[in-house]
């Protein structure tokens, strides 16, 4: 129960995702489509019912949930670095429960608007600010076999995973203000949108190869 008491701000944010909902299903008619993917040009090219997306909105949030609070009872290096883990794992827990949230909330209200109605912006900053947030996690994370940046060179070297993490969280820091920078850029540039679109996405992807070479440094060391 103590420890249920840590993930205390997931469960809130479960409980108001449920309310909200639930005043949703009162609002959309039976055959209302719910947007459920964006291109990389930030227009929405994927539909959902309305029954599947409550089911996947409330499945993502509690799965989350269940997937860092059940940790300790599936990863042998839990309690290797339990202290670390029950102080980080929390957070992290009501940052990625938040932002589903988040998200399926908004893809419902473009649902009860005809879809489209509102720009793409507001996904933008918010998977932004998840980037910048978790990126501020990531030094913060012991190595373990679930959460952070998991190479088969990150797993087998403590340094490695310190290292890449630390570098892992400036870039996510770094491709999450650009994501929230590219919300503020007028549609019309298209080419610029795309070009800080694929930077964002990409520079994170820097931190695998670099636990590479810094695990063959390291080796010849």
């Not at 009162?26 to 997306?53: C, F, R």
């Not at 940052?95 to 933008?124: D, K």
């Amino acid at each position: 129960m103590k420890r249920l008491l840590t993930y205390k701000w997931s469960i809130v944010v479960v409980i108001l995702h449920l309310i909200v909902m639930a005043w949703f299903l009162g609002q959309l008619p039976a055959g209302a489509k719910i947007p459920s993917h964006w291109n990389i040009k930030g227009e929405i090219d994927g539909w959902m019912g309305l029954t599947g997306s409550m089911i996947m909105g409330l499945s993502l949030s509690v799965g989350i949930f269940l997937l860092l609070y059940l940790m300790p009872y599936y990863d042998p290096r839990y309690r290797k670095n339990k202290d670390r883990m029950d102080k980080i794992l929390p957070s992290i827990s009501f940052v990625l429960v938040l932002f589903f949230a988040l998200l399926h909330v908004y893809s419902l209200y473009l649902g009860r608007m005809g879809g489209g109605a509102e720009p793409f912006r507001f996904t933008y900053i918010l998977i932004g600010m998840m980037f910048v947030i978790l990126g501020n996690f990531m030094p913060k994370v012991p190595n373990n076999f679930f959460v952070g940046i998991r190479t088969p060179w990150t797993l087998s070297s403590e340094e490695v995973w310190q290292k890449t993490h630390r570098l892992g969280g400036w870039l996510f820091v770094i491709s999450g203000l650009m994501l929230c920078a590219k919300a503020f850029i007028p549609m019309q540039q298209s080419t610029l949108q795309q070009i800080l679109m694929w930077v964002a996405l990409l520079l994170p992807l820097y931190s695998v190869l670099y636990s590479f070479l810094l695990y063959r440094r390291i080796g010849k060391r």
